[in-house]
Nanobody, 118 residues
């Protein structure tokens, strides 16, 4: 098992940037793929980005392509989501999710709130 804890959320103005971190503990983090999801009030959960175990393969949701960058540091047992050019519609709770494959969402963090003001 792996335990995940997101951090780095907060309030930012439109056009600003935030970097979310996902700290992992427990089992070997380097064997897990990592997904980032978000959920805004009253909306369905939305895929944001993912990265495979080695970090050489990434995918992004259409709404964040070109603005967000996902990365990981297996030595530090952490994954990151760099968010640039933030928009009010990016406001949501962001979740870090780990699993043995990109399609396996076995372990979830508690989420971190991102609020983008206009």
């Amino acid at each position: 098992q792996v335990q995940l804890a997101e951090s780095g959320g907060g309030l930012v103005k439109a056009g600003g940037s935030l970097r979310l971190s996902c700290a992992a503990s427990g089992s070997k983090f380097e064997v897990y793929a990592v997904n980032w999801f978000r959920q805004a009030p009253g909306k369905e959960r939305e895929f944001v980005a993912n990265i495979n175990w080695s970090g050489d393969r990434t995918q992004y949701g259409d709404s964040v392509k070109g603005r967000f960058t996902v990365s990981r540091d297996n030595v530090k047992n952490a994954a990151y989501l760099q968010m640039n050019s933030l928009k009010p519609e990016d406001t949501a709770v962001y979740y870090c999710v780990a699993g043995p494959t990109l399609a396996a969402w076995d372990y979830w963090g508690q989420g971190t709130q991102v609020t983008v003001s206009s």
